[in-house]
């Protein structure tokens, strides 16, 4: 979440960039600040009474060795009607700092100055586009009836075990499923990220540090007797490792990976569009996480892309880069960069990366911090990536890669699955 001292120091130029994101913040800052200065007032009168309480009880303790009994008694009552007042206060200002809490974790966080304008994602910015886009001709099959042939992903008998959303990998399908999940492993930890078999279920503070609670409830399987949750994604559990930890600064960047299955409900979600491995409520994905110093945040930004970009070449997907709009753009996220691969069958980009600094958004929620050379505590910048979602990378390659007589495995993955077709 944002910091309040920065909302109320920079209060227009925050209403001006969150229109960006099509959100009207101008009422919630107002109400905001306006707690957020009862807040100060409150403190400063407990604290001007507590000094006062403080002065009286040394003035009594002298007086009762001066043997002035009357006069100490006198200001005895004098320090219980201030405690009654210091009572009722701490009630105020418990009050009014969890009314202030609940408005902060309304408000977004504050996109990047690159951060297009635009209410969907229609209107997202197409930054690059690599590679050629195959021409199947007109006997090409989507993945889903692909799949069927090869006995590979059964899609019924997961609706059968659990329901739609939920696919079986088989056979092959399986194998390169694994490949696919060690590839992106090995690059990732080639590049310097530490691999991480983090909880597949978080608690509530874990939701929270990343913002996925209070936003994202209706998304996420909850176990409600425990309370836990299914991950969404790699980055809460592995994030939340740094949740109140002072970072020294000789450590940045902080580089993680892991790989997990990630759970969805995706409600609402229906048609052409969710076929097949479009869209699961259960997927793996291999995540990259990095905790960096604020000035260099950006710069990490760029080579997280970067990396993303030549897995998809080493892959031989066509593939393209948008910077996100603020209509499309997270509650969380500064600025984001999707990954999107061509899938030839389908004739549509896929969405197989998100690419994201929060700056300090989480790390105020997570108490993430480091100190600086003038031993001041200040906000670590956290930022993740998708690297890569298997469920559409699979489908762009069973499409892609299709001929007369198979599918054809791309040439870096025949050493992890140990076969070159299917």
Request: overall charge negative; aromatic content about 8%; glycine content about 6%.
């Amino acid at each position: 979440m944002l910091q309040v001292a920065y909302i109320r120091e920079h209060k227009e130029e925050v209403i001006k960039r969150l229109a960006i994101k099509n959100f009207d913040a101008k009422d919630i800052i107002e109400e905001l600040i306006a707690l957020d200065e009862k807040r100060r007032n409150t403190q400063s009168e407990n604290d001007a009474i507590l000094a006062d309480s403080n002065k009286l009880s040394k003035e009594i303790g002298m007086l009762y060795k001066s043997g002035n009994t009357e006069e100490a008694n006198a200001k005895k009552a004098e320090t219980a009607e201030l405690k009654e007042k210091t009572k009722a206060l701490h009630i105020v200002l418990s009050e009014t700092q969890e009314a202030l809490q609940n408005k902060l974790v309304q408000i977004p966080n504050v996109p990047n100055e690159s951060v297009p304008a635009g209410k969907s994602e229609e209107d997202n910015e197409i930054i690059s586009q690599e590679g050629t886009l195959p021409n199947l001709g007109e006997n090409a099959k989507p993945h889903w009836e692909l799949v069927a042939e090869k006995n590979i992903i059964d899609f019924e008998l997961g609706v059968k075990i659990a329901g739609a959303g939920f696919p079986v990998y088989r056979g092959k399908g399986a194998r390169l499923q694994r490949a696919l999940i060690n590839y992106f492993l090995d690059k990732n930890t080639d590049a310097g990220y530490e691999e991480i078999m983090p909880p597949h279920l978080v608690n509530e503070a874990s939701g929270f540090g990343t913002g996925q609670l209070p936003d994202k409830e209706g998304q996420m399987y909850h176990a409600t007797e425990d309370n836990l949750y299914l991950i969404p994604t790699a980055e809460v559990p592995v994030t939340n490792i740094f949740r109140d930890v002072i970072v020294k600064k000789e450590n940045f960047p902080i580089k993680c990976t892991a790989y997990t299955p990630c759970f969805r409900r995706e409600a609402g979600s229906y048609g052409k569009d969710v076929r097949g491995l479009n869209r699961l409520h259960q997927f793996d994905k291999v995540e990259i996480v990095q905790i960096q110093h604020p000035e260099e945040s950006y710069k990490t930004l760029d080579t997280m892309v970067e990396h993303v970009a030549n897995i998809l070449r080493e892959l031989g997907l066509p593939f393209r880069i948008l910077r996100l709009c603020g209509g499309d753009l997270s509650f969380t996220s500064a600025l984001t960069f999707d990954f999107e691969v061509y899938s030839a069958a389908q004739d549509k980009w896929l969405e197989v990366s998100s690419v994201s600094n929060f700056e300090s958004y989480q790390s105020n929620r997570l108490k993430l911090r480091f100190k600086d050379e003038d031993k001041k505590t200040k906000l670590c910048h956290s930022l993740n990536g998708s690297s890569l979602a298997l469920p559409r990378i699979m489908a762009a390659l069973l499409e892609n890669y299709q001929d007369a007589d198979g599918i054809n495995i791309p040439a870096v993955l025949v050493p992890y699955c140990g076969f070159d077709k299917i």
